[in-house]
């Protein structure tokens, strides 16, 4: 298994601002991706964190929003940028071994944007 | 209309009762099914992966079967503790060999374990 952690756990942000949510795995994992879970919804998939490269972003979701970095295979952050208060959610980092294996997730980001 | 879709939407159960979760695909064919639990505040562990060819997984207290022919998942809590409260979310994941980038979500079901 892998044991992840993100920081901040929660943030109340104002308009307009940006925020950007850390995350750290405890031992090298292949793939690291970024989820949003909006209120009473199910995750979905921002993007997935590619060590060394640009990531990449599913339908919807565009790199100037929610700029990724992954500098090395156990840390990423993903930026919410000029937030507005329809970004309010928990902001899910997970990882896994491999493109078919296990995904581990984190404790999740509270956001709200007044 | 959701891939997957869950029944119960929610449920309250005493402690100790056993208790069955639904959840409906339309995914065909799909390359496995997974049950995640999700603490308030905390984020997805997985419970069970099963492939299309498997039937039945236990993980402890915890045993989910998979009817491919109905398209149908069920997920069996057994003598419930109250720790058990918690959302539980059916994940497939479509033919792309397993593909974690293609997962589709379900939107759980809200289990609550009163003493």
């Known amino acids: 298994s892998a044991v992840i952690s993100q920081k901040p756990s929660r943030d109340i942000c104002q308009r307009g601002t940006s925020l950007t949510i850390q995350c750290q795995v405890d031992s090298q994992v292949t793939m690291m991706f970024w989820y949003r879970q909006q209120p009473g919804q199910s995750l979905t998939l921002i993007a997935t964190a590619n060590q060394g490269s640009e990531a990449t972003y599913e339908s919807g979701f565009v790199i100037d929003k929610f700029p990724i970095s992954r500098p090395n295979l156990t840390f990423s952050t993903l930026t919410v940028s000029n937030m507005s208060p329809e970004d309010s959610s928990i902001y899910l980092c997970?990882?896994?071994?491999?493109?078919?294996?296990?995904?581990?997730f984190g404790p999740g980001t509270r956001l709200t944007v007044l | 209309k959701n891939q997957v879709e869950q029944s119960p939407q929610s449920l309250i159960i005493l402690e100790g009762k056993n208790c069955t979760l639904q959840?409906?695909?339309?995914?065909?064919?799909?390359?496995?099914l997974r049950w995640y639990k999700q603490d308030t505040g905390r984020g997805p562990v997985s419970l069970t992966i099963m492939t299309f060819s498997e039937n039945t997984k236990s993980n402890g207290r915890y045993t989910a079967t998979l009817d491919a022919d109905t398209k149908q998942s069920s997920l069996h809590i057994t003598a419930s503790q109250l720790s058990d409260s918690a959302s539980y979310i059916c994940v497939v994941s479509p033919p792309q060999t397993g593909n974690n980038r293609k997962l589709i979500w379900g939107l759980g079901t809200s289990l609550a374990v009163n003493p």
């Open positions: 959840c409906n695909y339309t995914v065909s064919p799909f390359s496995n």
């Open positions: 997970s990882a896994s071994r491999g493109l078919k294996n296990e995904q581990f």
